[in-house]
């Protein structure tokens, strides 16, 4: 269990996490999601001890992070899979890791067969790609056999097959009773993984919900209408009860009704419709609408000047 | 136990990177080489010096020559034991491993000074004995007084530059910033205001001109040094304490 009260983080003038309370719990996958620049990171370093607070306070398992004997045991981190000297070996970069928790040997062997590197095992790690980078990140992780497990990111720069791992991965590892921290900016995959749901924006949190709550109350469905014939619609739809309300372009949305109903009704007061469609709105959209005040770096939606190609992708 | 785990990790560190093989045998190597050629330039030397300078001839001392130049390899061996972990990003791994920071540093700076250790004193013994052998008659024996003193002297010399070295890259990080400071100010700098007379009397305070006192053994005929050659070596032991305390206080109080 991972406890942040009041946890606040000011460079200058400049507040990058701002009072956050929350409870990570044991058991299941809590996402902790944000978009670039919402202070992801930082949380995550003040929760290892790396940064300190300006406020606040952070406990692992009821305890600070630098109280902890051996603190590889309680809590594994992937924070930055470049944080590896690129002239040493997987081998020797978790060996050194394992000395330092007092870990046997034989536990190096197992978590490099755990995430598959143990064919590239003795080579150094500068030669790695970026999902090797990852997979020897994760190893260190688990390398302690630890209770609690955070990734920051760990889906950034992996390949179909290599998401699929780590997203099995983790959940086994909540299914184990272990919990689970992972961050990322991407909604869609965070509603793949995740049991549990944080949302942060400009340092500040804005949600803390189970994840099919969020789904519940954000992915609003509706009905779209269109016809030739829209104040007969709108009469008609207005003397059975309901609310139409005009979407642009001859559309109207209808939200909470289904469209049998509607096809029903238009059909006894023969209005001609051209378009009867129901709708769900993503929870991509839920969280953008969430975060829409406090994206730090907006880019403009209008056409850019150069080139537009691979925006999709530069970002996976 | 915590502080014997840390150091058995930072032994897996230091051997399992290249760079340590290849600062400390070039150390080795640059040292003994360079000692040898003006040994055997000094010999030939000898019979046009002054009467004053054969006066103050100190065999010993002249075969340490190449210390000057060995040493810089000895500066880059600590300054990377330390900037490799800031460059590398491996410092966050490392402490979150690792998170009593006092713990971290003195298992990284044991580890690292043992081995320096280890290496100074092969330099400085293989230096003394391959450079007499050039010196043929005018050699110094090792029974002599004050030779061994000398000899065991070049080996902490050694080791107190890589600690220093260490010391000034804890507190700036960088491994390009520590040496760009590090080399020209050993190499040069101090070199200069040792031997310039309005800066000599504060120039002989800084490390390596005080450390160098311990190697002498026939001092110049008007020596007028304020200190032995064990205050020397104390003097340059204090550099080495400051720098290594501003390392430990600036990484206690840092965000990693």
């Known amino acids: 269990m991972i406890e942040l009260e009041g946890l606040t983080k000011r460079y200058g003038e400049k507040v990058a996490v701002n009072n956050l309370t929350f409870t990570v719990r044991p058991g299941i996958v809590t996402g902790f999601l944000g978009p670039n620049g919402a202070g992801k990171s930082t949380t995550m370093r003040m929760m290892l001890g790396l940064d300190r607070p300006t406020a606040g306070d952070v406990r692992i398992d009821g305890r600070h992070y630098d109280r902890l004997k051996d603190p590889l045991k309680y809590i594994g981190a992937l924070l930055d899979a470049k944080a590896v000297h690129g002239g040493r070996s997987a081998f020797s970069h978790l060996l050194c890791l394992a000395q330092s928790n007092g870990i046997p040997r034989k536990r190096v062997h197992e978590v490099l067969d755990t995430v598959g590197l143990t064919a590239v095992a003795r080579k150094k790690a500068k030669g790695f790609s970026l999902g090797m980078g990852q997979r020897l990140g994760i190893a260190a992780a688990l390398l302690g056999d630890p209770r609690i497990l955070m990734f920051d990111e760990p889906v950034n720069g992996l390949d179909p097959e290599g998401i699929h791992w780590i997203r099995t991965l983790m959940k086994s590892l909540a299914g184990q009773g272990r919990t689970v921290f992972v961050s990322s900016h991407l909604m869609s995959e965070m509603a793949l993984t995740a049991d549990h749901l944080v949302v942060i924006g400009q340092g500040r949190l804005l949600a803390d919900t189970s994840m099919a709550d969020f789904i519940a109350r954000n992915s609003r469905s509706y009905v779209r209408i269109r016809t030739p014939q829209p104040e007969r619609l709108l009469d008609v739809l207005h003397e059975a009860g309901i609310t139409a309300v005009e979407a642009g372009g001859g559309a109207f949305e209808v939200d909470g009704e289904k469209p049998e109903r509607i096809g029903e009704l238009a059909a006894q007061q023969q209005v001609v419709l051209h378009e009867l469609s129901p709708q769900q709105a993503s929870l991509e959209e839920a969280f953008m609408r969430l975060t829409a005040g406090s994206v730090e770096y907006h880019a403009h939606s209008g056409a850019p000047a150069g080139p537009q190609w691979g925006n999709d992708w530069k970002k996976g | ?256």
């Open chain 2, 1 to 256: 136990m915590a502080a014997t785990q840390v150091i058995r990790s930072e032994w897996t560190k230091i051997r399992s990177v290249a760079s340590t093989v290849w600062t400390l045998s070039l150390t080795l190597l640059v040292t003994i080489a360079l000692g040898m050629l003006i040994s055997a330039l000094s010999k030939n030397e000898f019979d046009n010096m002054s009467a004053r300078d054969r006066l103050s001839f100190d065999p010993t001392f002249i075969s340490f020559a190449g210390m000057s130049l060995g040493q810089l390899a000895m500066i880059v061996f600590g300054v990377l034991v330390v900037s490799n972990e800031y460059s590398s990003g491996m410092i966050r791994t490392s402490l979150a491993a690792v998170p009593q920071r006092g713990t971290f540093l003195f298992g990284k700076l044991a580890v690292a000074t043992v081995l320096a250790l280890a290496v100074g004193m092969a330099t400085s013994f293989a230096a003394f004995l391959l450079g007499q052998a050039m010196l043929g008659d005018l050699r110094a024996s090792i029974g002599d007084p004050g030779v061994l003193r000398a000899v065991i002297g070049g080996g902490l010399y050694m080791t107190l530059i890589a600690m220093f070295s260490m010391g000034v890259a804890a507190m700036l990080r960088s491994p390009m910033l520590s040496l760009g400071i590090l080399m020209p100010f050993f190499f040069l700098i101090s070199n200069i205001l040792g031997n310039v007379g309005a800066t000599e009397k504060i120039g002989r305070f800084l490390p390596d001109q005080a450390g160098n006192r311990i190697m002498q053994v026939v001092p110049p005929v008007d020596d007028d040094t304020p200190y032995g050659p064990w205050g020397g070596l104390g003097i340059m032991a204090l550099w080495v304490v400051a720098a290594l305390l501003g390392g430990y206080v600036l990484l206690k109080r840092r965000d990693a």
